[in-house]
């Protein structure tokens, strides 16, 4: 349950409510409603209790102006469906449609606002634009709940500045985010096992700066991988490679030794001459981690390293992983990113999934999300509060 006390007697107040709907679409479809899923409670809560939840939110990254693709529409469609009563669609943000939708709600009824991002308000770096359209949203309410945890990192609009002008409280889902990430952080249960894929060393630096001090052992998979083989000496053909971030790899490994934190990568690659697309047929090969062909890529850990990782999960009590071990919505080069999901399901402990596209992965991969210990909503959100950063979207409500 939330902890809203602190916005007094909700029953009849207009509560606009920060969610995080930014759902794949195929189209007007939507592949993935996990993140609507994780917004309903906070907006049952609140509707339960009398309140006329105004909902915002974004889709994509549209130019500060309207796209179809962009609507969020078919989402208000599939909350109302999950909530088991009408939403209401203002088919704007802060115009005449979103104005006449919160004026026409009755207590206990739901509406959302049309994509926030489609004012450039949202979005700008000019404190005053910013501040202008926070102004218009605020005007809509009479208090501010903040449950988008995918976008809490952000200094925007909706995010920040509204809950200065409101009085303001955390959602259910931003409070459970929160306190798991604090679980991770600040006395987390050992062993510590830290999994890290996904495609750029240059994503995850300043999380694997940080958990050097604080993990048991750290496992890295994914297309980032290939920069620390490269920087071992090996050459890694058409992988994914960066470059510049050779000598920052050399760096992590050398600190790992000295500082007793063990660096687990895969000791075989699965590769293949091209990346998967189109009607070509894959041609997955193992081959070790030391001797991928020069005219090959790597798309997944190899099945001994599953294996390895697998053990390496076996024991630990707290796990946190963020990103998939290669491109597992192929079948092909999916195995070890599985094989992670299936390890995590299995610890003793915490485990975390943390967000983007690791959560894709476990649902995608047909996994039972209860058989995990918290799947967050927010990839970004969780990097950067692992990172040790502060995220302007927490701090604004604990001032």
């Known amino acids: 349950m939330g902890d809203y006390s602190s916005l007094g007697d909700i029953a009849g107040k207009r509560v606009l409510v920060r969610s995080d709907l930014n759902v794949p679409l195929d189209g007007t479809t939507i592949t993935d409603d996990g993140r609507i899923r994780a917004s309903v409670p906070t907006i ?17 990254r549209p130019k500060g102006a309207p796209e179809d693709r962009y609507s969020l529409r078919p989402v208000a469609a599939r909350l109302g469906e999950l909530l088991g009563q009408e939403v209401a669609f203002a088919t704007d943000t802060v115009g005449e449609s ?14 959302v606002l049309e994509n926030v991002r489609f004012n450039p308000g949202e979005t700008s770096k000019d404190e005053a634009e910013r ?75 300043g999380v694997i700066d940080n958990l050097l001090g604080k993990a048991d052992k750290l496992l890295i998979g994914g297309g980032m991988v290939f920069t620390f083989l490269k920087a071992q000496g090996h050459e890694v053909g058409k992988s994914l490679l960066e470059d510049d971030q050779l000598d920052v790899c050399r760096a992590y490994l050398e600190r790992a030794g000295q500082t007793g934190v063990e660096i687990l990568l895969p000791t075989d690659i699965v590769v293949d001459t091209a990346f998967p697309s189109g009607d070509r047929t894959p041609e997955p ?33 707290t796990v946190f992983w963020n990103g998939p071990m290669g491109v597992f919505e192929v079948d092909a080069f999916a195995a070890g990113t599985r094989a992670v999901a299936e ?12 967000g983007g596209d690791s959560a894709a992965a476990v649902r995608t991969l047909g996994f039972d999300e209860a058989a995990f210990g918290h799947i967050s909503t927010g990839g970004g959100a969780s990097l950067e509060y692992l990172e040790g950063k502060t995220l302007p979207g927490i701090q604004v409500l604990e001032d």
């Not at 809490?152 to 306190?179: C, F, N, W």
């Not at 090959?296 to 599953?306: K, T, V």
């Not at 390890?343 to 943390?354: E, H």
Request: aromatic share 4%.
């Open 343 to 354: 390890a995590l399901t299995k610890v003793d402990g915490l485990s975390v999934v943390g």
């Open 98 to 111: 979103a104005r006449a939708t919160v004026a026409a709600l009755s207590d206990g009824q739901v509406a």
């Open 131 to 205: 501040g202008a359209f926070a102004d218009q949203l605020a005007g809509l309410a009479d208090a501010f709940v903040s449950d988008g945890f995918g976008v809490v990192h952000r200094k925007q609009a909706s995010v920040y500045d509204v809950a200065q002008r409101l009085p303001h409280a955390m959602g259910q889902l931003v409070a459970t985010e929160i306190g798991v990430l604090r679980r991770l952080t600040e006395d987390p249960a050992r062993p510590y096992v830290v999994v890290l894929g996904g495609s750029k060393v240059s994503d995850k630096l």
């Open 285 to 317: 090969r193992v081959v070790p981690s030391g001797e991928i062909p020069a005219d090959a890529l790597g798309l997944d850990i190899g099945p001994d390293s599953a294996a390895a990782f697998a053990a390496a999960l076996a024991d630990a009590h």
């Open 44 to 60: 049952r809560e609140l509707a339960a209790a009398g309140a006329r939840v105004v909902v915002t939110a974004h889709l994509g």
